[in-house]
């Protein structure tokens, strides 16, 4: 038996309902000592992002990954509110979906586009 979980299988949902998601538990949590985001300052970001994806801009993506990044805003504020299982389902499809860091977001709108050139 293979001792390594297996990978799990790829998202079915898109970026904008996993932020939609994330900031439906960070509206009634409290403010963790630990983290360097209080809960109205991450929903911004993500608000700001969701914005970005429904007109079709770019995601600031870098600011995202920040938030989701382990042991940052979001990870202590889901400990101290006791959601802790819940950030690790949605920082798994966040991470599936934002891709590897110098990577553009895609979103289904942008996923037909050509990739920018920089």
């Known amino acids: 038996m293979w001792p390594f979980p297996k ?23 409290e ?4 983290a360097c985001a209080n809960p109205s300052e991450i929903i911004r970001d993500l608000r700001s992002a969701i914005q970005a994806i429904e007109e079709k801009r770019e995601v600031d993506a870098s600011l995202l990954r920040m938030h989701f990044a382990p042991t940052s805003s979001i990870q202590e504020t889901a400990m101290w509110n006791r ?7 949605l920082s798994s499809e966040f991470d ?4 590897k860091p110098n990577k553009p977001v895609e979103t289904t709108e942008t996923a037909a586009r050509p990739p920018r050139l920089t």
Not at 31 to 34: A, Q, R, T, Y
Not at 83 to 89: H, K, Q, T
Not at 96 to 99: R, V, Y
């Open 96 to 99: 599936e979906l934002i891709g």
């Open 31 to 34: 403010e963790s000592d630990w």
């Open 7 to 29: 990978r799990p299988a790829p998202s079915s949902r898109t970026l904008r309902e996993v932020l939609a998601d994330t900031e439906r538990f960070l509206v009634n949590s």
């Open 83 to 89: 959601w802790s299982d819940e950030y690790l389902r």
